[in-house]
C-alpha cells in the first residue's frame, strides 16, 4: 500500500521559507514513472497545484509562484521536499502531497493527508 | 493556463436521486480529465480518471464522460457517503489545474 506523509513546521513566519517533506512508503520514488507532487488548498477554497519533481530531478512549477518554490528530491530516503521562499499570510493552507502518473493511464492516486501551514507572526 | 469551470456550484439533492456534474475546460484536454472527491478534512480522492475510467474499488454507481471540452461526472443514485465536494483537474498540459468545486449537499 503506497503511502504520502508530509512533515515539517506548522507555523511560518512572514518573509521566511516554508519548508516541507513528503515521506514515501510502499513505492520507490526512483522506480520511475511517476511525478511527485505538491499541491495546496486555502482554508475552505479549491485546490492549487504548485509543481512537481520526477525522480532524476527534472521539475516544473506553477509560474504563478515565480521564482519561490523549489521542490527537491532524496530517492536515498525516498522523500521529496518543497520550499516556498518570502511566505506571505496568503500562502497559509494545507499543503499536500500526492503522486501523479507521468505517462499512461491515471491521476494524482494516492495523497498525503495534508499539513496546515499558517504564515503569521 | 486551461481554466476548468465546474457547474453547479452546489447541488442540493437526497439520497437516491442522480447527481450530474459538469467540468468545462478553456481548450481541449482531449481525454486527460480525472474527478476527484473531497470530505471535510480529508485529501482529495481520485474517482475517475482519463474521463470515465473508474479508479480501483470505486461503486459502479460513478462514471464520466467526455472529451474535449464537456466532461460530466454521474452519480446514478446518491448514497449517504456521496456527499462531498467534486474537483475536476486536467493534465493534458504541464501546468495541472483544477476546477473549482462542485459541492454535493444533502437536500
Known amino acids: 500500500q503506497v503511502q504520502l506523509q508530509e512533515s515539517g513546521p506548522g507555523l511560518v513566519r512572514p518573509s521566511q521559507t516554508l519548508s516541507l517533506t513528503c515521506t514515501v512508503s510502499g513505492a520507490s520514488i526512483s522506480g520511475g514513472g511517476y511525478y511527485w507532487t505538491w499541491i495546496r488548498q486555502h482554508p475552505g477554497k479549491g485546490l492549487e497545484f504548485i509543481g512537481y519533481?520526477?525522480?532524476?530531478?527534472?521539475?516544473y512549477y506553477n509560474p504563478s509562484f515565480k521564482s519561490r518554490v523549489t521542490i527537491s528530491v532524496d530517492t536515498s530516503k525516498n522523500q521529496f521536499s518543497l520550499k516556498l521562499s518570502s511566505v506571505t499570510a496568503a500562502d497559509t493552507a494545507v499543503y499536500f502531497c500526492?503522486?501523479?502518473?507521468?505517462?499512461?493511464?491515471?491521476?494524482?492516486?494516492?495523497w498525503g493527508q495534508g499539513t496546515l501551514v499558517t504564515v503569521s507572526s | 493556463e486551461i481554466v476548468l469551470t465546474q457547474s453547479p456550484a452546489t447541488l442540493s439533492l437526497s439520497p437516491g436521486e442522480r447527481a450530474t456534474l459538469s467540468c468545462r475546460a478553456s481548450?481541449?484536454?482531449?481525454?486527460?480529465l480525472a474527478w476527484y472527491q473531497q470530505k471535510p478534512g480529508q485529501p482529495p480522492r481520485l474517482l475517475i480518471y482519463?474521463?470515465?475510467n473508474r479508479a480501483t474499488g470505486l461503486p459502479a454507481r460513478f462514471s464520466g464522460s467526455g472529451s474535449g471540452t464537456d466532461f460530466t461526472l454521474t452519480i446514478s443514485s446518491l448514497e449517504p457517503e456521496d456527499f462531498a465536494v467534486y474537483y475536476c483537474?486536467?493534465?493534458?498540459?504541464?501546468?495541472?489545474?483544477f476546477g473549482g468545486g462542485t459541492k454535493v449537499e444533502i437536500k
Open positions: 519533481i520526477y525522480y532524476s530531478g527534472s521539475t
Open positions: 481548450q481541449s484536454v482531449s481525454s486527460y
Open positions: 500526492a503522486r501523479d502518473i507521468q505517462y499512461g493511464s491515471g491521476g494524482l492516486d494516492y
Open positions: 483537474q486536467q493534465r493534458a498540459n504541464w501546468l495541472r489545474t
Open positions: 482519463d474521463a470515465s
